[in-house]
Protein backbone atom coordinates (compact mmCIF):
# COMPACT_ATOMS: atom_id res chain seq x y z
CA UNK A 1 0.00 0.00 0.00
CA UNK A 2 1.14 3.46 -0.74
CA UNK A 3 2.84 5.14 1.88
CA UNK A 4 4.68 8.30 0.11
CA UNK A 5 1.68 11.24 -1.46
CA UNK A 6 0.80 11.86 2.46
CA UNK A 7 -2.76 10.70 1.80
CA UNK A 8 -2.61 8.82 4.91
CA UNK A 9 -2.22 11.74 6.76
CA UNK A 10 -6.04 13.03 5.89
CA UNK A 11 -8.30 12.79 8.69
CA UNK A 12 -11.07 10.81 6.24
CA UNK A 13 -8.44 8.56 4.36
CA UNK A 14 -7.24 7.30 7.64
CA UNK A 15 -10.68 6.34 8.72
CA UNK A 16 -11.35 4.16 5.64
CA UNK A 17 -7.87 2.87 6.40
CA UNK A 18 -8.54 1.83 9.63
CA UNK A 19 -11.98 0.23 8.41
CA UNK A 20 -10.02 -1.60 5.43
CA UNK A 21 -7.61 -2.69 8.64
CA UNK A 22 -10.84 -3.91 11.22
CA UNK A 23 -12.38 -5.83 8.00
CA UNK A 24 -9.09 -7.73 6.61
CA UNK A 25 -8.44 -8.70 10.08
CA UNK A 26 -11.81 -9.77 10.74
CA UNK A 27 -11.47 -11.68 7.77
CA UNK A 28 -8.14 -13.17 8.23
CA UNK A 29 -9.48 -14.24 12.10
CA UNK A 30 -12.70 -15.73 10.57
CA UNK A 31 -10.31 -17.83 8.23
CA UNK A 32 -7.85 -18.66 10.63
CA UNK A 33 -11.06 -20.05 12.87
CA UNK A 34 -12.36 -22.09 9.84
CA UNK A 35 -8.88 -23.72 9.91
CA UNK A 36 -9.24 -24.66 13.80
CA UNK A 37 -13.00 -26.09 12.61
CA UNK A 38 -14.74 -23.26 14.71
CA UNK A 39 -17.42 -22.74 12.40
CA UNK A 40 -19.81 -20.45 14.74
CA UNK A 41 -16.46 -18.23 15.38
CA UNK A 42 -15.96 -17.46 11.96
CA UNK A 43 -19.74 -16.91 11.38
CA UNK A 44 -19.56 -14.23 14.09
CA UNK A 45 -16.34 -12.27 12.14
CA UNK A 46 -17.92 -12.29 8.72
CA UNK A 47 -21.52 -11.02 10.59
CA UNK A 48 -18.99 -8.41 12.29
CA UNK A 49 -17.14 -7.78 8.28
CA UNK A 50 -20.81 -7.52 6.75
CA UNK A 51 -21.85 -4.85 9.63
CA UNK A 52 -18.27 -2.90 9.26
CA UNK A 53 -18.38 -3.10 5.38
CA UNK A 54 -21.93 -1.28 4.98
CA UNK A 55 -20.96 1.58 7.53
CA UNK A 56 -17.34 1.80 5.76
CA UNK A 57 -19.09 1.07 2.10
CA UNK A 58 -22.12 3.90 2.41
CA UNK A 59 -19.30 6.40 3.80
CA UNK A 60 -17.41 6.30 0.76
CA UNK A 61 -20.00 5.93 -1.57
CA UNK A 62 -22.35 8.49 -0.62
CA UNK A 63 -19.02 10.72 -0.06
CA UNK A 64 -16.12 10.47 -1.61
CA UNK A 65 -16.83 8.62 -4.56
CA UNK A 66 -20.24 10.69 -4.69
CA UNK A 67 -17.76 13.69 -5.28
CA UNK A 68 -15.26 12.12 -6.80
CA UNK A 69 -17.45 10.68 -9.38
CA UNK A 70 -18.86 14.17 -10.71
CA UNK A 71 -15.32 13.88 -12.80
CA UNK A 72 -15.51 12.19 -15.72
CA UNK A 73 -11.79 10.83 -15.13
CA UNK A 74 -12.77 8.62 -12.15
CA UNK A 75 -16.30 7.54 -13.03
CA UNK A 76 -15.74 4.23 -14.36
CA UNK A 77 -12.95 3.39 -12.12
CA UNK A 78 -15.38 4.60 -9.12
CA UNK A 79 -17.95 2.28 -10.69
CA UNK A 80 -16.56 -0.57 -10.70
CA UNK A 81 -15.37 -0.27 -7.10
CA UNK A 82 -18.73 0.08 -6.28
CA UNK A 83 -19.75 -2.90 -7.97
CA UNK A 84 -17.20 -4.89 -6.21
CA UNK A 85 -18.83 -3.41 -3.22
CA UNK A 86 -22.31 -5.03 -4.04
CA UNK A 87 -20.94 -8.55 -4.82
CA UNK A 88 -19.18 -9.01 -1.45
CA UNK A 89 -22.30 -7.41 -0.12
CA UNK A 90 -24.44 -9.93 -1.69
CA UNK A 91 -22.29 -13.11 -0.69
CA UNK A 92 -21.22 -13.08 3.06
CA UNK A 93 -24.71 -13.23 4.22
CA UNK A 94 -25.27 -16.18 1.71
CA UNK A 95 -22.51 -18.11 2.78
CA UNK A 96 -22.63 -21.29 4.45
CA UNK A 97 -19.55 -21.65 6.49
CA UNK A 98 -20.32 -25.24 6.73
CA UNK A 99 -19.66 -26.17 3.32
CA UNK A 100 -15.95 -26.60 1.88
CA UNK A 101 -17.32 -24.75 -1.13
CA UNK A 102 -18.12 -22.13 0.57
CA UNK A 103 -15.23 -21.78 2.95
CA UNK A 104 -13.12 -21.88 -0.69
CA UNK A 105 -15.63 -18.95 -1.67
CA UNK A 106 -14.50 -17.24 1.23
CA UNK A 107 -11.00 -17.51 0.99
CA UNK A 108 -11.67 -16.08 -2.47
CA UNK A 109 -13.64 -13.40 -1.61
CA UNK A 110 -10.96 -12.55 1.09
CA UNK A 111 -7.85 -11.81 -1.67
CA UNK A 112 -10.47 -10.27 -4.08
CA UNK A 113 -11.07 -7.90 -1.07
CA UNK A 114 -7.33 -7.32 -0.55
CA UNK A 115 -6.99 -6.40 -4.45
CA UNK A 116 -10.00 -3.97 -4.35
CA UNK A 117 -8.51 -2.62 -1.16
CA UNK A 118 -5.64 -1.75 -3.04
CA UNK A 119 -7.58 -0.26 -5.86
CA UNK A 120 -8.80 2.43 -3.23
CA UNK A 121 -5.21 3.13 -0.85
CA UNK A 122 -3.00 2.99 -3.93
CA UNK A 123 -4.89 4.45 -6.71
CA UNK A 124 -8.47 6.53 -5.61
CA UNK A 125 -7.19 7.49 -2.49
CA UNK A 126 -3.96 9.39 -3.61
CA UNK A 127 -5.77 10.71 -6.49
CA UNK A 128 -8.23 12.53 -4.11
CA UNK A 129 -5.40 14.10 -2.94
CA UNK A 130 -5.18 16.62 -5.87
CA UNK A 131 -8.75 15.75 -7.27
CA UNK A 132 -10.98 17.50 -4.20
CA UNK A 133 -11.26 20.82 -3.51
CA UNK A 134 -11.73 21.85 0.42
CA UNK A 135 -15.48 21.81 -0.07
CA UNK A 136 -15.31 18.42 -1.66
CA UNK A 137 -13.86 17.33 1.19
CA UNK A 138 -16.11 18.86 3.85
CA UNK A 139 -18.79 17.07 1.78
CA UNK A 140 -17.11 13.95 1.36
CA UNK A 141 -16.38 13.96 5.23
CA UNK A 142 -19.93 14.60 6.17
CA UNK A 143 -21.25 11.68 4.64
CA UNK A 144 -18.73 9.24 6.32
CA UNK A 145 -20.25 10.86 9.60
CA UNK A 146 -23.73 10.48 8.35
CA UNK A 147 -22.83 6.63 7.69
CA UNK A 148 -21.27 6.59 11.06
CA UNK A 149 -23.50 8.15 13.43
CA UNK A 150 -21.94 6.61 16.89
CA UNK A 151 -18.37 8.25 16.09
CA UNK A 152 -19.54 11.76 15.50
Not at 110 to 129: M, N, Q, R, T, Y
Amino acid sequence: MCHYCGCRDIPLIKEFIAEHERVTDAAGDALRALERGDIARARELVAAMAVELDKHWRGEEEGLFAVMREDPEYADYIADLEGEHRELAALLPRLDLADPADVRTLHEAVDELHHHIAKEEDGLFPASLTALSGDEWDRSMAAWRSAHPSSS
